[in-house]
């Protein structure tokens, strides 16, 4: 008998699967900070081929999401703890041949269907705690999202924090920053199976949003600090300036990507 499933466990009806086949549907709330570190930091993070961004080369953004998901048939919608997740992640920018890309280089969720869309998808995602204020347009429990609108959000892993940041929004912005808003360059690596042997699967991909869509985004006032850990290497794309702070609900749709090495 065949084997269904996009991924492992594999079993006779694929329904055991820990995530269906693309598309995936995101709604979300992302929190975003952009600063500045040390260029050479960032170049530790980035193999061959790729190479520093051209300006801007220690620009770093670190991202809180919060996150309802879903495939096309929506039905994890109506089972919360299927589609719900929360995660935290760095981005910076570099080149490939002439091109910016944007590359996800740490990256925590606090869900297993997240971290294997991330096997897929070549995001290095790691188990963490991960938490952001929610915003509300009723009560005095949850800020708005307007002028004033102050949003905490932590990040944790084997049970030490890593970054803590508050942000404060001033008005609106054209945009979500610019860190995070080129094509992403991923690595996709898998060891082989013997000892010494060559990489089962190393490849360097191009991927982003087949669709796009979403609310007004605020900019604001930001205070990060990041913590060493014993077991993770955040803090070392130390926080040298803060560039902005950014608020933004969006849609987004993923469905491949190709293949660039």
Same mark, same amino acid.
């Given at each position: ?58 620009? /770093? ?17 109506? =089972? ?9 992640? #760095? /981005? ?48 005095? #429990? ?85 913590? =060493? ?9 130390? /926080? =040298? ?21």
């Amino acid at each position: 008998m065949d084997v269904r499933g996009f991924l492992h466990p594999r079993t006779a009806t694929g329904r055991s699967s820990l995530i269906p086949s693309p598309p995936w549907h995101y709604s979300g709330d992302l929190l975003t900070v952009e600063y500045r570190t040390d260029p050479a930091r960032v170049a530790e993070l980035l193999p061959a081929p790729l190479s520093l961004a051209d300006e801007d080369p220690g620009a /770093v953004a670190l991202i809180w999401a919060d996150w309802q998901s879903c495939s096309s048939s929506g039905e994890e919608l109506l =089972d919360p703890v299927r589609s719900q997740y929360k995660e935290c992640f #760095a /981005v910076v920018r570099c080149s490939f041949e002439g091109r910016t890309y944007s590359r996800c280089v740490y990256i925590w969720v606090d869900k297993d269907f997240a971290i294997a869309r991330g096997l897929h998808q070549g995001y290095p995602k790691k188990l963490g705690s991960i938490h952001q204020t929610r915003p509300h347009p009723f009560g005095a #429990a949850a800020p708005r999202i307007a002028e004033g609108g102050r949003f905490g959000a932590t990040l944790a892993a084997a049970d030490r924090r890593l970054a803590e940041a508050v942000v404060t929004l001033r008005e609106p912005s054209e945009t979500n920053g610019f860190v995070n808003g080129h094509p992403m360059a991923h690595h996709r690596y898998l060891p082989s199976i013997e000892t010494g042997g060559a990489p089962a699967l190393d490849e360097l991909i191009e991927s982003g949003a087949s669709s796009f869509e979403a609310g007004p985004a605020w900019r604001g006032d930001a205070d990060l600090r990041l913590f =060493d850990s014993p077991t993770e290497e955040l803090a070392a794309l130390h /926080v =040298d300036e803060i560039i902005g702070a950014y608020y933004r609900q969006v849609g987004v749709v993923w469905n491949g990507g190709r293949k660039l090495t």
